[in-house]
């Protein structure tokens, strides 16, 4: 183990991302919602795949894309997530490594295999999300090491991973460990947070003072308030969170910091070509 301090340590889905491109009429066919996410079976995800075109893999997920992007920055950071033992898995813990993040966390026996996620970008760059979590939702407490979290700054927590009891109680633990050491509990939203009860618990998590810092987007800061407009969003969460922080895609991005709010415009690109992850990297910007 290092000596040097952990500026980050991040808990998430553990996750392969399969890309490939498309057209429109291929989401259509396949009943994909353009620029979402959906969770899928083992078998609806060999089922697509074996429909999509030539892919190539990278390591994914959403904080571990957060702490490649952090770790690219300088910051000295860790990520647990569950993988199995297979070839997926290999790939995971190889990448992670290679990009200098510690991941530490034992592989499990498949089945179930390690987690993809099959990304299909079309021409306009838009992404459409496809995840079939497996391992990566059999992450538990027992995964977690105390001392590491204490010693990291930030503790990070993705919301893809909130879902599924086991991985949940895992990230109600991480955070209560790093709280009680006097560290910083951030949180990022997913869209699977509209799914069935889980906004619910994160709004406990948030109104219990778990939460330090709140990253998401305008539309999943609605969904989580069930508030109107963004103003309403951010009337609803600031008192609760020191930090709050959303992107709005082409119109930038704002935080309010304990009543001081500030926002910045988004910078200019001659050419969207993949939008994958880009959320993530804001936050490991935002972070670093």
Not at 214 to 238: V, W, Y
Not at 243 to 257: E, F, K, N, P
């Given at each position: 183990m290092t000596s040097r301090p952990l500026d980050i340590v991040a808990i998430g889905d553990a996750i392969v991302d399969v890309i490939a491109t498309?057209?429109?009429?291929?989401?259509?066919?396949?009943?994909?919602?353009?620029?979402?996410?959906?969770?899928?079976?083992?078998?609806?995800?060999?089922?697509?795949?074996?429909?999509?075109?030539?892919?190539?893999?990278?390591?994914?997920?959403?904080?571990?894309?957060?702490?490649?992007?952090a770790a690219a920055l300088g910051l000295n950071v860790a990520f647990v997530g569950q993988v199995a033992d297979d070839q997926l898995g290999a790939i995971f813990a190889h990448d992670m490594l290679a990009l200098g993040i510690r991941f530490d966390t034992p592989p499990l026996e498949a089945p179930p295999p390690t987690g993809r996620c099959l990304i299909l970008v079309t021409p306009d760059g838009q992404r459409t999300m496809n995840t079939c979590p497996a391992a990566s939702h059999e992450l538990t407490t027992a995964a977690l090491d105390p001392a590491l979290i204490r010693s990291a700054s930030v503790t990070f927590l993705e919301g893809y991973l909130w879902g599924p009891e086991l991985p949940r109680a895992a990230m109600l633990e991480a955070a209560r460990i790093a709280e009680a050491a006097g560290r910083t509990v951030a949180f990022t939203l997913s869209e699977s947070l509209c799914i069935g009860d889980r906004r619910d618990g994160v709004l406990g998590m948030i109104d219990a003072g778990l939460v330090?810092?709140?990253?998401?987007?305008?539309?999943?800061?609605?969904?989580?308030?069930?508030?109107?407009?963004?103003?309403?969003?951010?009337?609803?969460?600031?008192?609760?969170?020191?930090?709050?922080?959303?992107?709005?895609?082409?119109?930038?991005?704002?935080?309010?910091?304990?009543?001081?709010?500030?926002?910045?415009?988004?910078?200019?690109?001659?050419q969207v070509v993949d939008t994958t992850g880009a959320g993530d990297l804001f936050a490991a910007g935002f972070l670093a």
């Open positions: 498309c057209d429109d009429s291929f989401l259509q066919a396949h009943g994909l919602p353009k620029g979402g996410m959906q969770l899928l079976t083992a078998d609806e995800a060999e089922a697509l795949y074996a429909a999509m075109g030539p892919a190539r893999e990278i390591s994914g997920g959403s904080a571990a894309n957060s702490m490649a992007g330090d810092v709140l990253f998401g987007n305008e539309h999943e800061m609605r969904h989580l308030t069930g508030c109107g407009t963004i103003d309403e969003c951010i009337g609803a969460l600031s008192p609760k969170v020191g930090t709050l922080v959303i992107t709005r895609g082409a119109d930038g991005a704002l935080a309010v910091d304990r009543g001081e709010r500030a926002e910045v415009t988004a910078a200019p690109a001659a």
